[in-house]
C-alpha cells in the first residue's frame, strides 16, 4: 500500500560531502530543470560506462528518456543527484524506480562521470539512496550488473547488497533495506550477513 504521496523534491534537504579528492559536493533531488545537466553528465561518461549503466552501447539520451529521468515523483520514483558546486554541473546520479507488480520493491541504477570516478561519489549517492528508500518504506533495492563491472560489485557490496541470481553475463544483487537500517556503509556488510532471509526473497 503506498502511503505517501508524491513530493517536487524541495522537501529533501541537501546534503553536503567530502569527497576523496579533496572537493565537495552537494547531493540534491534531481529535478525537471536538471534536463541539461542530465544531458551533459551522459556525455562524460565513457563509451564502456554508458554500456555498464545502460546495457546496450547507447549515443545519446533520447527526449523521452530525459523526460522520464528528471520527472520523478521522489517516493516510487527517486533520482538524487550529485553537484559540483564549482560549475554547477551533475557529476553523478543514483535513482531508484519500484517494480510495477512489487509494491516494495525497486530497481536501482546509479552513474558517475568517468573523470570523477573512484572519489567516493558513488558511494555518497548509494548511502543517500538508501536512506531516501528506507523513508518511502521500501522493502527491497534491487540492481543489476555485469560480472565484469568490479566497481559497480565493489559499490553494491559495501552497502551490503547480496547476489540473489544470475544470467548470462549479468549479476542480479538484492538489499533488504529494512535489514540495513540505520547502518552506515561501513557496518551494511556486517549486518546484513546476519539475516539470512530477506525481505527480498518473495
Ligand atoms: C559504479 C560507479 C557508479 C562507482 O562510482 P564511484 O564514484 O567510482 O564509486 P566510489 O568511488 O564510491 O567507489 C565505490 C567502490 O568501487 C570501487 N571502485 C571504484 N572504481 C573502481 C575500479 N575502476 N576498479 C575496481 N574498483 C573500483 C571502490 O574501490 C569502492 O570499493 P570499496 O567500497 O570496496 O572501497 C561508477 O564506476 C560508474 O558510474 N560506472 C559506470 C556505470 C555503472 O557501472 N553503473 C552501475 C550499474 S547500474
Not at 1 to 10: A, C, I, K, P, V
Not at 171 to 198: N, P
Request: glycine share 6%; charged share 30%.
Amino acid at each position: 500500500m503506498e502511503s505517501r504521496q508524491q513530493t517536487s523534491g524541495d522537501d529533501i534537504a541537501p546534503l553536503t560531502v567530502a569527497v576523496a579528492d579533496g572537493s565537495i559536493i552537494e547531493i540534491r533531488p534531481l529535478t525537471r530543470g536538471d534536463r541539461a545537466g542530465l544531458t551533459e553528465l551522459f556525455s562524460r561518461l565513457s563509451a564502456e560506462s554508458r554500456q555498464r549503466r545502460f546495457f546496450t552501447p547507447k549515443v545519446e539520451l533520447s527526449e523521452r528518456e530525459l523526460a522520464y529521468f528528471t520527472d520523478v515523483d521522489h517516493v516510487s520514483h527517486e533520482a538524487l543527484a550529485a553537484i559540483d558546486p564549482w560549475d554547477g554541473s551533475i557529476v553523478g546520479v543514483a535513482r531508484y524506480v519500484k517494480y510495477g507488480d512489487h509494491p516494495a520493491v525497486a530497481d536501482v541504477a546509479i552513474e558517475v562521470a568517468d573523470d570523477r570516478q573512484r572519489c567516493g561519489i558513488g558511494t555518497a549517492l548509494d548511502e543517500r539512496l538508501v536512506g531516501r528508500a528506507r523513508v518511502n518504506r521500501m522493502a527491497c533495492l534491487s540492481a543489476t550488473t555485469r560480472w565484469d563491472n568490479r566497481p559497480a560489485r565493489a559499490l553494491l557490496r559495501r552497502f551490503g547488497f547480496r547476489a540473489r541470481a544470475s544470467r548470462g553475463g549479468e549479476l542480479q544483487l538484492d538489499l533488504d533495506v529494512s535489514a540495513s537500517e540505520k547502518v552506515s556503509t561501513g557496518a551494511a556488510h556486517t549486518l546484513a550477513e546476519r539475516h539470512s532471509r530477506s525481505a527480498c526473497e518473495t
